[in-house]
């Protein structure tokens, strides 16, 4: 099967811009996660999704992300407006919803603000 | 409070030694990963456990349910071994925490 995919892997913009970084996660994995690593710091949550739903956002930092599972495959998440400490490797993630629950990772977003 | 301790921070090693990264957690668990993230960024599941100990080539997984703690060994390491290793755990709440890395540099 395909693996989580994220896109693009690599971006770079200027302060203030907009940004949305795009996840596919295995067909017919329900749970799609967010998570991200800021320089020198450990990965941390940002959301969960469930099919569509916002299961859980608790790990969104602030209201200038956005993220979106519109029919329940692929998922978006934007930045609007982009601040330097936003810069860092964004990472998704999917699973079943049922039985073993193994993550599979996408390889990544790494975004740079300047 | 769910959180996920990991140890050593840093490791450097000589090609061919065995080594061991730890990771212990502060209560029950659904499942412990152990991720690979390498120098481009992408991350890597190596190894999901809720029990037991599991090996994959020259990697073994363990894990003390009643300790609370994990480890990965690397036997007969390699500078292609290179990488940041991350222990995240998953709690009975679905809450997911990642241990802030082990960064191993394995030198010819």
């Known amino acids: 099967e395909a693996g989580v995919t994220q896109f693009p892997s690599h971006s770079v913009i200027e302060k203030g811009q907009t940004v949305t970084l795009r996840c596919d996660p295995i067909s017919g994995h329900d749970n799609l996660y967010w998570y991200r690593r800021v320089m020198g710091k450990e990965i941390k949550f940002l959301l969960h999704f469930v099919k569509e739903s916002k299961q859980d956002e608790s790990g969104m930092p602030n209201n200038r992300f956005l993220a979106e599972r519109t029919g329940g495959t692929y998922s978006t998440l934007k930045v609007q407006p982009a601040e330097l400490e936003d810069s860092g490797v964004y990472f998704c993630?999917?699973?079943?919803?049922?039985?073993?629950?193994?993550?599979?990772f996408g390889s990544g977003t790494r975004l740079t603000v300047v | 409070k769910n959180e996920v301790e990991q140890s050593p921070q840093n490791l450097t090693a000589q090609e061919g030694e065995f080594i061991t990264i730890n990771c212990s957690y502060s209560?029950?668990?659904?499942?412990l990963h152990w991720l690979q993230q390498h120098p481009g960024g992408g991350i890597v599941s190596l190894f999901m456990l809720s029990s037991g100990k599991k090996k994959h080539g020259r990697l073994i997984a363990t894990i003390n349910i009643q300790e609370k703690h994990s480890s990965l060994h690397i036997t007969a390491s390699h500078p292609r071994d290179s990488a940041v290793y991350i222990c995240?755990?998953?709690?009975?709440?679905?809450?997911?925490?990642f241990g802030a890395g082990t960064r191993l540099t394995v030198k010819p």
């Open positions: 993630a999917s699973s079943r919803l049922t039985g073993d629950h193994g993550y599979t």
């Open positions: 995240a755990v998953r709690f009975y709440n679905n809450d997911m925490r």
């Open positions: 209560v029950g668990i659904s499942a």
